[in-house]
């Protein structure tokens, strides 16, 4: 059964934060780099890792912004317990009515072994999080596979999934159906020349190629495992964004098109360059600014 005021409350999120967000581990954000989010027009921040409890930074990146979105990608539930990330909730929501969501997810098995079967975690989570009442239109969910996606969907905003194609966004809209938030990440990499953009995305993608949850999520959306294994060009591309501005968008898009409603977009760069200074052209070609 939909809770009170969730439906209402997607609705109201979708409008917020449009099209186009920005994804970042949280040792990476700033509060002044939460405000060139905000003045360059994306409507939101998802703030990577595995935060601690208080929720100190992500308060002070609200506190940085006047109408941003800022979301957690992911609280660990295996690390954060659930009461005091409630009260942390409290205290946001009435420092900054209506603009924090709270993500949670189960993290990798391979940091934590009990996140191999990670379902009734997750359900004792949300009864935690809504016994001090935390509302479930306020929180969202990590999920891949189909049965953690449709508990995303019965007892929170959406889903938020990490490290997907466009095939998973089709995949997960058919198991959300249509009210549900579809929140996915996407990397990207701000570079035309192929051999430097793989170059560029090779050693991410890799990491997470080497994940079995995320291993897994792939080859159930039809990726070539060999080509996984391999971490091959191909493989690269199918995972991750690059080339011109009409590549790149198109991309993006892809996701939207398959049936997420907002793309958090992770800016994969150089140290050299640096993330900030990438956000003004991310910013153009998705006509932003």
Known sequence: MTQPGLDEERARFRAAMGKYGIWRRGHDVTPEFAADVERLGFGSLWVGGSPAADLAATESFLAATDHLIVATGIVNIWSADPHEVAASWHRIEAAHPGRFILGIGAGHPENTAQAAKPYGA??????????????????????????????????????????????????????????????????????????????????????????????????????????????????????????????????????????????????????????????????????LV
């Open 122 to 287: 997750l359900v004792a989570y949300l009864d935690a999080l809504e016994a001090d009442g935390v509302p479930a239109h306020r929180l969202a969910m990590a999920a891949l596979g189909d049965r953690v996606l449709a508990l995303a969907g019965e007892r929170t905003l959406g889903a938020h999934p990490y490290f997907v194609p466009p095939e998973h966004s089709a995949r997960a809209r058919g198991v959300l159906g249509a009210g549900p938030l579809l929140v996915p990440e996407q990397r990207v990499g701000l570079e035309a020349d192929p051999a430097a953009a793989r170059e560029l995305l090779r050693p991410g993608t890799l990491r997470y190629f080497e994940l079995r949850n995320y291993r897994n999520n792939l080859l159930r959306v039809g990726m070539d495992p060999a080509e996984v294994d391999a971490a091959s060009d191909a493989a690269v591309d199918h995972v991750a964004v690059w080339g011109d501005d009409a590549a790149v968008r198109a991309g993006i898009d892809a996701h939207l098109e398959a049936g997420a409603d907002h793309v958090a977009v992770q800016i994969i760069d150089s140290a050299e360059r640096g993330v900030t200074s990438q956000l003004p052209h991310l910013a153009a070609l998705l006509g």
